[in-house]
């Protein structure tokens, strides 16, 4: 359409359309189905001129309503009668055109399948009016700005008319959908089943694949900003339904017909669309939003109407915040956005954080600048919901950040870091203190001191004292340190016994910092020890103070090898020294032949040495008739554990091809050591990328391969977790301490030679050693960080959602192949469950491996019985209460222990029933 007789034209068939449209109005003439026909011609069959893509799309809306445009008439025409047509039928028909572009650039369409440019165009222009209810002008700054108050307070400044007119404009959209799930009637068209599905895919995923087929700019409303701008909008319903519902309420506004519906579609809405981010999205989103609530001021006018000065955007927020997090049933979920939402608050005060350098100040800029935020929003659902709380103990505290827990770790805790745990210690505290419930007769707050004790059972054993890294156990030093340093707690409560474990909080406090003050422990976790036990003292009434200089001890293996390494080379720089010496003298006679031990005989290769990951994959990929192919698969098999020790920087890239060669290749050359040198590099590539070795192994073992496959990829995860946690490192000092001979033996103490199963009965010489004990140092203890921990989790769910996915295949499961690979299976999640006994929240894997197990127990074969047993013993060694998840375990194995046929099983029955009952005799138990 080039000329301007036909622009004419087009303008006066789209103002008749529009009057015809305007006169049918809501009659049962206009079904849907004429709506719908309506809308799709206008989108895909007129051809029309197209001013400019970035006043079309980005430029202002072009509803009345909206202000004032300065866009063309036959745009304004389209608009209004997609309007008339309906709100969600006109977005329907424009989110189906976009899906029609979009999948026109993967399959070979006709020109005329594919939406022209200007359906397009309108397509994008109706579902940013739709589902984003505000004006950006070209901006994102105007679009945030929905959840300030001056929205309000235009609202207020007019007249009741147009008030109603401009609020009816924003909830139109979830009023029609909310109506459609309420209606029983067939409808001819009948729209999405959810608004926040579809919002939420199609910005901004459907919008840039069809920017992308059509070869448009992609909108800056629909860019990385895109679901702040859909949440902010959302909330922009909520206010203009809210002021809506007080006009009736206060007479100022005629009640008309769906006003009843308004709340409860905006609400549903608004909620669903905050669910979605919190849960789905990272929650970034929600949290912005929140801040900028919070922190928006009104613009200081005092002139409203008084009827509607109660209208409060933060407390309308709260409401729906809080029925989402206390109805959601994912509570990790909810810990976790709630320690995301402290670190966003603390990231905007972080100038004034590093300020302040001692605890105290600390505290005071948490309590001023964070602490009102996170109580206004999150304190009332922590009050109504224990499991909450509980959840964000177990989730949010007893499971650090993964920047604290990988194996290359900072020197010190970041701020960020140490200021998330005392928040939540003091919204916790918040909370608990403001819940009736929390407390009992006497008046003391049992709630905050289950929490507190929680976390202190997990603080003061000596397998997390000692196996733990240094940062994630100061985290959680934190947590504890603010109600102990802030006369939180009396000498009475800290004194006072739990009804689950017996003991109280003050004896568990005391066993970790004595734990913690050993000469053997690193200097910050004897620090931690250290404030801990100030802490206490200023809660007894008493003043302690310690004087610790610097440790001078190595504090682990590599430290030890260092400072080993460090002695050899000065040693050899002394003996160099002498070499150099002008007094010796060198003939002919004195001179021997130079053995060359180091030479690798590299010009003798066939192949050259494999320089890197991608050299070997292409090595063990050579085909087999090839004339190098021995030498080249020999040279990969070789060089591959070194390379992959090495960590070079595609690692990460091509440890999944590797694993996978080496999982499936064939000895089809007879070579020497190749089962050894296969072995070893899939080991290597599970300890320097666990992770990805074991989704890949996972992933091999869905597909149709043998069981022989199947259990070796097992068995490469079970020792790639015993080496990661250290296991295997303490069973090769055991059986070297056991090769000792006797002289060796009896200079040990009576003690260790028992603790270390060394017995010398009949030796005369452990008299002797008993009068020479004084005359002996105390060996140095050398600490094994646990770096397992920092992959269990997903290494174990890997696991355990290859058994959902798969558990009806016969194929892996079925027959005795399957019952064979069942009892492996069962064996391997117990190993790395037991590998992860020191990470805070392995008790949530125990508990899973306890269900899995006992959904086999009476299984007719012994092997899986056996695999059964063992896996009820590990979950039960790590969290004891476990074994109340069903209620005839005792009889279960009190049967195994006396009546099953394998004697194996009947042994490890008998040592479960022995834990049982000495665990639940045990006052320390949690």
Not at 701 to 706: I, L, P
Not at 843 to 852: H, I, K, N, T
């Amino acid at each position: 359409m080039s000329s301007g007789e036909d622009l004419v034209s087009f303008e006066s068939s789209l103002k008749s359309l529009y009057q015809a449209m305007l006169k049918l109005g809501d009659s049962d003439e206009t079904s849907d189905g004429f709506r719908q026909s309506v809308s799709e011609r206008l989108i895909y069959n007129m051809d029309r001129v197209i001013t400019s893509f970035d006043a079309e799309i980005e430029g202002p809306f072009l509803d009345d309503n909206w202000g004032t445009s300065h866009k063309p008439e036959h745009e304004r025409l389209i608009d209004k009668i997609l309007d008339l047509c309906g709100y969600g039928i006109s977005l329907e028909v424009s989110v189906e055109c976009l899906r029609k572009i979009a999948m026109s650039s993967n399959r070979k369409s006709t020109s005329s399948e594919k939406p022209n440019l200007a359906a397009v165009i309108t397509s994008l222009r109706t579902v940013r009016r739709r589902l984003l209810g505000a004006d950006s002008n070209d901006t994102d700054e105007h679009l945030a700005n929905v959840i300030n108050l001056s929205q309000i307070d235009s609202i207020r400044h007019q007249d009741h008319d147009t008030k109603r007119n401009k609020m009816i404009v924003q909830i139109i959209l979830p009023l029609e959908y909310y109506q459609q799930q309420k209606s029983t009637s067939d409808n001819e068209f009948l729209l999405s089943e959810s608004l926040v599905s579809l919002s939420t895919k199609v910005i901004p995923s459907l919008v840039s694949s069809a920017c992308h087929a059509a070869q448009l700019s992609l909108p800056m409303w629909a860019s990385k900003e895109a679901h702040v701008h859909l949440l902010n909008s959302a909330f922009g319903m909520v206010i203009a339904g809210n002021t809506l519902q007080q006009c009736l309420e206060k007479g100022l506004s005629p009640k008309q017909e769906h006003d009843d519906d308004i709340c409860a579609s905006i609400s549903k809405y608004f909620q669903g669309m905050l669910s979605h981010m919190i849960f789905y999205r990272g929650g970034n989103a929600a949290i912005r939003l929140l801040y900028q609530a919070f922190t928006s001021k009104s613009n200081g006018d005092t002139d409203y109407p008084r009827q509607l000065n109660s209208i409060d955007p933060r407390s309308i927020l709260c409401s729906h915040l809080n029925e989402v997090l206390v109805s959601t049933p994912a509570k990790r979920q909810v810990a976790t956005f709630i320690r995301a939402m402290i670190r966003f608050v603390a990231s905007k005060h972080k100038a004034h954080l590093e300020k302040a350098c001692s605890t105290h100040p600390l505290d005071a800029v948490c309590r001023e600048e964070i602490l009102p935020i996170i109580e206004y929003f999150l304190r009332p659902a922590l009050a109504s919901d224990s499991d909450m709380g509980d959840a964000v103990i177990n989730f949010a505290i007893l499971s650090p950040p993964v920047a604290l827990k990988g194996t290359e770790q900072p020197a010190s805790i970041h701020v960020i870091e140490k200021v998330v745990p005392r928040c939540i210690s003091m919204l916790i505290c918040s909370a608990c203190k403001t819940s009736s419930a929390s407390y009992d007769n006497s008046g003391e707050n049992l709630a905050l001191l289950t929490h507190l004790s929680n976390v202190a059972a997990i603080w003061c054993e000596e397998i997390f004292v000692s196996k733990t890294a240094p940062l994630q156990q100061h985290y959680i030093t934190e947590f504890l340190l603010y109600p102990l340093e802030n006369n939180v707690l009396t000498q009475e409560s800290i004194q006072l016994g739990n009804d689950d474990s017996g003991s109280s909080l003050a004896g568990m406090l005391i066993q970790g910092v004595s734990l913690r003050l050993e000469v053997s422990r690193s200097q910050s976790i004897r620090k931690d020890g250290m404030r801990v036990a100030e802490a206490m003292a200023r809660v007894f009434g008493q003043t302690l103070s310690f004087d610790e200089g610097p440790v001078d001890e190595p504090q682990n293996i590599d430290d030890l090898q260092q400072k080993q390494s460090a002695t050899a080379v000065s040693n050899l720089d002394s003996g160099s020294a002498s070499l150099d010496s002008d007094s010796s003298s060198w003939g002919e006679d004195s001179l021997e032949p130079y053995q060359m031990d180091d030479d690798d005989e590299e010009d003798l290769r066939r192949v050259p040495r494999p320089r890197s990951l991608r050299d070997c994959v292409a090595y063990l990929l050579t085909n087999n008739e090839e004339r190098e192919a021995y030498d080249k698969h020999e040279a990969a098999l070789q060089e591959l554990p070194a390379l992959v020790s090495s960590e070079p920087l595609d690692l990460v890239d091509v440890v999944p091809t590797v694993v996978r060669v080496l999982l499936h290749i064939e000895d089809k050359f007879n070579m020497d050591h190749f089962l050894e040198n296969r072995w070893n590099s899939l080991i290597a590539c599970a300890l320097k990328a666990p992770v990805e070795t074991c989704f890949k192994l996972v992933e091999e073992m869905k597909g149709h391969v043998s069981l022989g496959t199947r259990l070796e990829a097992l068995s490469v995860i079970r020792c790639a977790a015993e080496e990661l946690s250290g296991i295997s490192i303490s069973k090769e000092r055991r059986l070297d301490i056991k090769k000792k001979d006797s002289s060796d033996l009896t200079q040990m103490s009576t003690r260790l030679r028992n603790s270390l199963a060394l017995s010398t009965k009949g030796d005369d010489s452990a008299i002797e050693s008993k009068t020479r004990r004084w005359r002996r140092t105390r060996p140095t203890h050398i600490g094994i960080t646990n770096t397992f921990n920092a992959v269990s989790a997903q290494m174990i769910l890997s696991l355990f959602a290859f058994f959902a996915q798969t558990k009806g295949d016969q194929a892996i499961w079925g027959g005795s192949i399957g019952e064979r690979f069942l009892s492996e299976f069962l064996q391997a999640i117990s190993c790395l469950v037991d590998c992860a006994r020191t990470y805070p929240s392995s008790r949530v894997f125990a508990s899973d491996l306890f269900q899995l197990a006992w959904s086999f127990h009476d299984a007719k074969n012994s092997q899986v019985r056996h695999a059964v047993l063992v896996a009820i013993a590990t979950s039960i060694s790590v969290d004891p209460v476990a074994v109340g998840q069903v209620d005839n375990i005792i009889p279960f194995l009190a049967y195994c222990s006396s009546n099953d046929e394998d004697a194996e099983c009947r042994e490890i029955a008998k040592t479960i029933v022995g834990t049982i009952s000495s665990a639940f005799q045990n006052p320390m138990l949690t």
